[in-house]
């Protein structure tokens, strides 16, 4: 008679299983709660510890760590010696291993304490998939309650394949390794640890990557809550690999702000962003930094969006609006639009490190959450307290603007915008030519330092009259004298904002 091991924490479906192994002449071994479950249900089920010999100890921390388990498990059915010692031993054959871990995964984010979270570390549970697994020529194993209706159907039609038991024994490892490695990230904290072991579950399939050739998925955090993993989607056509990598540009730059802010982004980098006194006038200033680059954009906010706002932004074609929350006014005048995705975000940005794939390995840093409060006049004039607004608004939008950037700023709204370029004065360029008439009195910010006086020039031809950059060029001395013969202020911050 064929044995299966059944030890679950999620009896989703657990016993409609049970009873067609039983039917199928399949004797059931059991633990715990599982054991419990299946007996006040009539399901026939022997508990482990009588086929042990040995009773649970510890609170249960040891139940199934037995010879009689493993050896049962692990005992090659080919291989002659294994099969005499473990018949010399007494053991028995198990032939199915059906196992779901301890919720680790959702109890380390759940208020418990340290200790608490620590007893959510399963270990007989892991120990008996990995020998399964190891074993799946012979050994079914189950680890998804989403694969009992796979086996049912080839039990039915005379036997489990070799390629289901081979798929089923990669999905076990895929799942221990997800799972050991949240539990070292919860062990190690932010260390960067000699092993990247990185927790990710599949949210979604992805209809394709950049290009439609491409395939791709989404994949989010199993231990670290996230804007871009909790937020609600309440209309429009399903995401795709550029929309939440534009949906996290846009969002991480409107929660710069405590004021109610705008950006509107494009191509993972913003081409429009403001303030205001509330989310109409952030919205509307955004939008009049750029009509153009906005158009089948993106939009974030980070204040509730009303009604006037929505009414604003249905007049023209975009692909999604993000904010913290809508009114109900606001959202049936979204809903308008068919396709408009419209997302509401619960949280803020959390994460604390940045990874880069590079061909053959992955680049890590911590995430650029520093922003200096340390600035420094370095010219003859000092700014006024309205340009100092702007250069630090400036900065804040500069910070998520692809280097080298720069960007123009007037009225706390990013009216010129300049990125992606392999030298600083074609950005300056760009970004003055863009903001156009709104030039006359702006101020411009830069991610980096001035290698020549060649940006301050421009500036000064195009009438900006303030500019904010971190400074620490060879050729600072350079920069700060062209200031001071325009007539210009300089505001150095000591802090590079590179975004590659």
């Not at 005379?158 to 050991?180: H, I, M, P, Q, W």
């Not at 210009?488 to 590079?496: D, P």
Request: net charge negative; hydrophobic share 40%.
């Amino acid at each position: 008679m064929k044995r299966a091991l059944i030890s679950v924490f999620d009896k989703n479906g657990i016993l409609e299983f049970a009873n067609f192994l039983v039917n199928h002449g399949v004797e059931i071994i059991s633990t715990g709660g599982t054991y419990k479950h299946l007996k006040e249900n009539g399901v026939p089920v022997i508990e482990v510890a009588e086929v042990t010999g040995a009773p649970e100890m510890l609170d249960g921390r040891v139940k199934t760590l037995h010879p009689v388990i493993h050896g049962g498990i692990l005992a090659i059915r080919d291989n002659a010696e294994h099969m005499a010692t473990i018949k010399e031993r007494g053991i028995s054959t198990i032939d199915m291993v059906v196992v779901n871990l301890y919720p680790f995964f959702k109890k380390v984010n759940e208020d418990l304490t340290f200790e608490e979270k620590v007893e959510f570390i399963d270990i007989g549970g892991p120990t008996m998939l990995r020998s399964a697994a190891k074993s799946f020529h012979d050994v079914v194993v189950i680890s998804d309650t989403a694969d009992y209706e796979t086996v049912m159907k080839e039990m039915e039609a005379g036997e489990v394949t070799f390629e289901t038991k081979k798929r089923l024994a990669g999905k076990v490892f895929n799942l221990t390794s997800a799972y050991d490695a949240a539990i070292s990230q919860f062990l190690l904290g932010d260390e960067m640890p000699k092993y990247l072991n990185a927790s990710y579950e599949k949210l979604m399939d992805l209809r394709y990557g950049e290009n439609p050739h491409q395939k791709a998925a989404y994949y989010v955090s199993t231990t670290d809550t996230g804007a871009m993993k909790d937020f609600d989607q309440l209309n429009g056509k399903e995401l795709s690999f550029n929309n939440l990598r534009d949906m996290d540009v846009a969002w991480r730059t409107v929660c710069e702000f405590i004021e109610p802010a705008c950006c509107g982004l494009k191509h993972s980098t913003p081409c429009g962003a403001a303030i205001g006194k509330n989310v109409y006038e952030a919205y509307t200033k955004a939008y009049e930094c750029d009509p153009v680059s906005i158009f089948g954009g993106i939009v974030a906010l980070n204040k509730e969006v009303d009604a006037d706002t929505a009414r604003e932004m249905v007049k023209i074609f975009l692909e999604i609006v993000i904010a913290p929350s809508f009114t109900d006014e606001a959202l049936e005048v979204l809903r308008t639009k068919k396709n408009l995705r419209v997302i509401k975000c619960k949280h803020t940005p959390q994460d604390k490190i940045n990874m880069v794939k590079v061909d053959g390995g992955l680049l890590i840093q911590d995430e650029d959450l520093s922003f200096t409060t340390d600035y420094e006049a370095v010219t003859e004039k000092a700014p006024t307290a309205e340009e100092m607004e702007n250069l630090i608004f400036g900065m804040k939008v500069v910070k998520h603007v692809k280097s080298n950037a720069i960007v123009v700023v007037k009225d706390m709204m990013a009216v010129g915008i300049g990125n992606g370029e392999t030298n600083r004065i074609w950005p300056t360029r760009q970004a003055i030519e863009r903001a156009g008439d709104k030039i006359e009195g702006a101020i411009l910010a830069s991610d980096a330092f001035f290698p020549f006086r060649d940006v301050v020039d421009e500036c000064a031809k195009a009438g900006i009259k303030a500019i904010i950059q971190p400074g620490g060029s060879m050729r600072d001395q350079e920069s700060i004298d062209a200031c001071n013969e325009h007539g210009m202020s300089m505001v150095f911050t000591g802090m590079r904002h590179f975004k590659h």
